[in-house]
């Protein structure tokens, strides 16, 4: 369930911009309803439980792990042997000891894949369709319920109906990101842009510190967090009943600008129209080499980097379980999200021949995220798994700045948000496959240090498939530089 901020939203606010050049108003107006999508954007991010979601449904408040393990009881034939506390947990499996906690990583969170993956498309039309405010008003109430059967809800179906509606929550954040283009001027986009997306990322800081602060000054039970949290997105909702509603939108409600804010007239969209344009643009958008390029290196390292930071509790309760040890998992998120932070500031500042070198690049850093994953997953010390999660963050953050950079100056800004539209929703198309196999109870359903070896190897091949690719094309572009050379040396004699 626990996506990071800066990664999701990331995805959401480029697809938002898929949603630009609406209804404009006058530049003195813009104010309002920046500081009102700001506020909701800093109390629906700010969840000081989120960090420690999997200790909490591990623990006493949910105890998930015993009652699904009785559960599955009359599906295993061998006696379960007793632990240390009486408790009955599942015998070794013959792929190895299997962690207790893994059953809630099989069957409770690979739901919010699936929600997510269903839901991208329908509600990115949607948001357009209803123009914005209510569809932020329902990631808002998606986050109440998520939070409320939190703290209330039991049992394993009752869970798995949270992550979905978390699935929700999380394939509407494109609202928020693109309700603001529709009140504002057009001159005020980047101003905003950079208002919202900090909203966000301060809302998250703040609450990773927060949550870690009471859970290790203040020993704040975890249950408490979550009524934080709880309280943190009703204020959030109640906020976003103020935001002035959009007079139109870019596609189902488009007005010429000669009707000015006088309401929506004209003929009904075509909808199939609709569909038309955005598959031409599609088309015309992945006939470029280097904007396939980098859009296939964004898909694949984004579902990789969901799969990591979806299942990093589960593994470092594994290594470190909460219920013996002190845990720092908020501090670790905060230090990597301000990390990463300053590493996307410093992507300013690199001066490289990306079309020469990206490929080699990707492939180099690629590199090293599996190999901060695979010393995550073998090492068995705490600290090493947060020190090894804050640099695969840091890189994954870096690399996907890079690349954003070098797919939207490629594009048109009408265009540019339907490549990472489809680029995300084909990382999650990859994400639900990878769950499937991988995780799900269903399919394999490996346990967590296995998961994570399978992602390190994931990465590694990723990191091979693009040395080999911008080996070939670095050759191609010496050899077209070498002809000319050669012709103009045969001409001279």
């Not at 007239?265 to 569909?275: E, F, I, T």
């Amino acid at each position: 369930m626990d996506v990071p901020g800066p990664v999701s939203r990331r995805a959401a606010a480029a697809a938002a911009t898929m949603l630009l050049r609406t209804a404009r108003v006058p530049r003195e107006c813009w104010f309002l309803p920046t500081a009102l999508i700001c506020a909701y954007g800093f109390f629906a991010s700010l969840r000081p439980s989120e960090p420690f979601l999997t200790p909490y449904l591990l623990g006493p408040d949910k105890n998930l792990t015993e009652r699904e393990v009785e559960r599955l009881a009359p599906l295993l034939s061998s006696p379960w042997p007793p632990c240390a506390q009486g408790k009955r947990f599942p015998p070794p499996l013959p792929l190895g000891q299997r962690h207790p906690s893994a059953l809630v990583f099989n069957e409770i969170y690979p739901v919010w894949t699936y929600s997510y993956l269903v839901l991208l498309f329908p509600v990115f039309l949607a948001t357009d369709y209803l123009r914005y405010k209510p569809v932020v008003l329902l990631q808002g109430l998606s986050l109440i319920v998520t939070w409320f059967m939190l703290l209330y809800a039991q049992g394993l179906l009752a869970v798995q109906f949270l992550e979905f509606f978390y699935g929700i929550a999380t394939a509407t954040e494109i609202a928020y990101y693109s309700y603001i283009y529709s009140v504002v001027d057009l001159s005020m986009y980047q101003k905003v842009t950079s208002y919202c997306r900090s909203a966000t990322l301060v809302g998250f800081t703040v609450g990773s510190v927060l949550g870690q602060i009471l859970v290790s000054v203040a020993d704040w039970s975890l249950f408490s967090l979550n009524v934080i949290s709880l309280t943190c997105v009703s204020v959030a909702f109640a906020v976003a009943w103020f935001l002035p509603m959009p007079q139109k939108s870019l596609f189902f409600h488009h007005v010429p600008a000669s009707q000015g804010m006088n309401g929506i007239k004209g003929s009904k969209p075509d909808r199939l129209l609709v569909l038309r344009v955005l598959w031409n643009d599609f088309l015309i958008c992945y006939s470029s080499r280097p904007l396939l390029c980098w859009s296939v290196w964004w898909a694949l390292s984004t579902c990789g980097y969901f799969q990591v930071v979806n299942y990093a509790q589960g593994l470092w309760e594994q290594v470190m379980p909460s219920r013996h040890a002190s845990i720092y998992n908020g501090g670790v998120e905060a230090v990597s999200t301000l990390l990463g932070a300053v590493a996307v500031f410093a992507v300013g500042y690199i001066k490289i021949s990306w079309s020469t070198w990206g490929e080699l690049t990707l492939s180099v850093f690629s590199l090293l995220i599996a190999a901060a994953v695979y010393i995550m997953d073998t090492v068995g010390n705490i600290w090493v798994c947060y020190a090894s999660y804050v640099v695969f963050r840091i890189i994954y953050m870096l690399l996907i700045t890079i690349a954003t950079f070098q797919i939207a100056a490629s594009l048109s800004m009408e265009r540019y948000a339907l490549v990472f539209g489809v680029n995300t929703f084909i990382a999650l198309a990859l994400q639900t496959l990878l769950t499937v196999i991988v995780v799900d109870a269903s399919g394999l359903g490996l346990e967590i240090t296995t998961q994570f070896f399978i992602y390190a190897g994931y990465f590694a091949l990723i990191a091979v498939v693009f040395l080999a690719n911008g080996a070939v094309s670095i050759m191609k572009k010496y050899r077209k530089q070498e002809d000319p050379e050669s012709r103009s040396q045969v001409t001279t004699s």
